[in-house]
């Protein structure tokens, strides 16, 4: 039970709260200086029940592991290298976020709005989706981070599940919105999820 308060579970059991305060407080401070405070809700902080679940189950599976395995949490080169991957994530999504500016929202668009604006330019050259390919790389990252191999699988394949659903209902009013403009930016730019086209 001491090694639940030892240096390894401090040290990464800290970083994860800080990268999760940090992801959603910056999340919902970006959102707030886009669209006004007013137009910010609960919504822009990207907290759900099945995510709450998600980090639940991972702190979970982070305890019952150092407590029964904790040599499995003193792997420093994977602990590091998915704090570098919350890192990458954390900075690809923040500039996808600054760079679409107003044309960014967390709900998906069904109606074209005047500001709304194809953005091709910024982090958008190198990914169609550069939100999601961040959020994807820092989910999975938090979970590296924590050494929790369950939860490392489980949250590669849930979030990946999500937005390769996602995307085409995304991009099906994209196009409606933006016609020939949205299918060259497509043919000519990957969405940032691997094996969703």
Do not use: D
Not at 31 to 36: D, M, Y
Not at 61 to 72: D, S, T
Not at 125 to 153: A, D, K
């Amino acid at each position: 039970m001491t090694e639940i308060f030892g240096y390894t579970a401090c040290r990464q059991l800290s970083q994860m709260i800080l990268a999760v305060f940090f992801f959603h407080g910056s999340e919902y401070v970006l959102a707030a200086a886009i669209h006004g405070r007013s137009k910010v809700s609960l919504s822009s902080l990207l907290i759900s029940k099945a995510y709450v679940f998600a980090m639940m189950f991972s702190l979970l599976e982070y305890v019952v592991e150092i407590a029964l395995f904790p040599g499995l949490k003193e792997y420093w080169w994977v602990s590091n290298l998915g704090l570098v991957m919350v890192t990458i994530g954390e900075i690809i999504r923040k500039l996808a976020i600054i760079t679409a500016g107003l044309a960014f929202t967390h709900l998906i668009k069904v109606y074209h709005e005047e500001h709304h604006n194809l953005i091709t330019h910024g982090i958008y050259r190198f990914f169609r989706h550069p939100s999601y390919t961040g959020f994807l790389i820092w989910s999975v990252g938090t979970q590296i981070m924590l050494c929790n191999p369950i939860s490392t699988i489980g949250f590669a394949i849930v979030v990946w599940r999500f937005f390769s659903q996602r995307i085409p209902y995304e991009e099906f009013f994209l196009r409606q919105f933006f016609g020939s403009k949205y299918e060259e930016y497509a043919l000519r730019t990957p969405s940032g999820v691997p094996f969703v086209k």
